[in-house]
């Protein structure tokens, strides 16, 4: 399917989401690190990476609840950033509905971005088929795509179809664990990449930062962009809701 046609607001705005949670906290990563945001974390992800630092947000744990999109919208509306995260799980994983939201969160004015961290295993068609038409989603909407590397268990389910969907404004994210997933990430970004800002994130445990770095530069990689976790500076590493 390239596109989704959705009911009256009216009517969508009852549609419900199994929702982990939404709270106000600073970016901690990609091109917006640092700046206020508001995340929007829905339940549910079609994959299981080795690494995943939100287990809680799919089977076998439960939703924390399910809100309807009004109130979800409604809870946004109480926060002053101008910044939302929409994440998960998969936050695309519920496909209508996912979009019914992105619009509700589209026509908030005091909005600005809307960052969807997605994982690379979902068809990014019928929500690029919306950007491309509306000036709106033009503005604020913009793909955080995670490309799942070897290390992941993962790196199967990647749709390379979804690297000729992004756009300037858009980022792809590596997390690297290893030598291999570093390896491969440069292969991929040298074969797929077109547009979109490349992050290479590391895996704390297995890939230390600085050895990240020293890999970065003795590639000679100049328009990568090292891509630090700083929730996981400023608080606890298990920290929730921050």
């Known amino acids: 399917m390239n596109k989704w046609v ?36 829905v339940f549910h992800c079609n994959l ?5 630092d939100t287990p809680y ?8 609840y399910t809100g309807s999109i009004e109130a979800i919208i409604n809870q946004i509306s109480q926060y002053n950033s101008r ?6 799980g998969e ?15 589209v026509d908030l004015p005091q909005i600005e971005d809307i960052h969807i961290e997605t994982n690379g295993a979902i068809d990014l068609t019928p929500y690029e088929a919306v950007r491309h038409e509306d000036k709106k989603w033009q503005e604020k ?24 969907l992004l756009d300037t404004q858009d980022e792809i994210k590596f997390v690297i664990g290893s030598d291999e997933d570093f390896t491969v990430a440069t292969d991929v970004v040298a074969k797929h990449h077109d547009k ?23 590639a000679g990689l ?20 921050v």
């Open 196 to 218: 979109g800002q490349v992050l290479y994130s590391p895996v704390w445990e297995t890939m230390p930062p600085h050895k990240l770095v020293e890999k970065i530069l003795e």
């Open 48 to 52: 299981r990476c080795s690494w995943c």
């Open 57 to 64: 947000s799919y089977a076998p744990d439960k939703a924390e």
């Open 6 to 41: 959705l009911p009256e607001r009216s009517e969508y705005m009852k549609w419900e989401l199994p929702m982990v949670e939404v709270f106000e906290t600073v970016e901690g990563e990609g091109t917006r690190a640092g700046f206020p945001t508001v995340f929007v974390r």
């Open 141 to 164: 909407v913009r793909f955080v795509m995670d490309y799942k590397l070897p290390d992941s268990g993962e790196q199967h389910r990647m749709l390379h179809e979804n690297f000729n």
């Open 91 to 105: 936050p695309l994983i519920h496909r209508e509905k996912s979009m019914a939201l992105l619009q509700a969160m």
């Open 83 to 88: 910044q939302i995260c929409f994440t998960g």
């Open 222 to 241: 100049s328009k990568v962009k090292l891509s630090m976790q700083l929730h996981k500076i400023i608080w606890d590493p298990n920290k929730r809701g």
